[in-house]
Nanobody, 122 residues
Framework: QVQLVESGGGLVQAGGSLMLSCQAS????????MGWFRQAPGAQRELVAL???????NYAESAKGRFTISRDNAKNTVKLQMNSLKPEDTAVYYC????????????????WGQGTQVTVSS
């Protein structure tokens, strides 16, 4: 019913920048929070940044001052601008959205993208 499609990952040198994008599509009635999580090899998935429908943001300590999350409610998109990247930022980055679909339930449920690899070389 809902698809989250990410783009923008890749290989970058330390100190470089990348922008990740994610678009939600399908039988969407409304979207609450959107955001990005990441998972490095052997580690648990962790929050990077979240943004509410009103634009309030929440960042992991490791992302503060370097990453900026933004969203376009009209287009159901969320972006993550990542600057001053470090090798420890290497991970698979997953788009997340809390979505209410057109199924009559009225409930919000979490949806995930397929993940996009970000590799930062030293």
């Amino acid at each position: 019913q809902v698809q989250l499609v990410e783009s923008g990952g890749g290989l970058v040198q330390a100190g470089g920048s990348l922008m990740l994008s994610c678009q939600a599509s399908g039988r969407i009635l409304s979207i609450n929070s959107m955001g990005w999580f990441r998972q490095a090899p052997g580690a648990q998935r962790e929050l990077v940044a979240l943004i509410s429908s009103s634009g309030m943001t929440n960042y992991a300590e490791s992302a503060k001052g370097r990453f900026t999350i933004s969203r376009d409610n009209a287009k159901n998109t969320v972006k993550l601008q990542m600057n001053s990247l470090k090798p420890e930022d290497t991970a698979v980055y997953y788009c997340y959205a809390d979505i209410r679909v057109r199924d009559g339930s009225g409930r919000y449920n979490p949806y995930w993208g397929q993940g996009t690899q970000v590799t930062v070389s030293s």
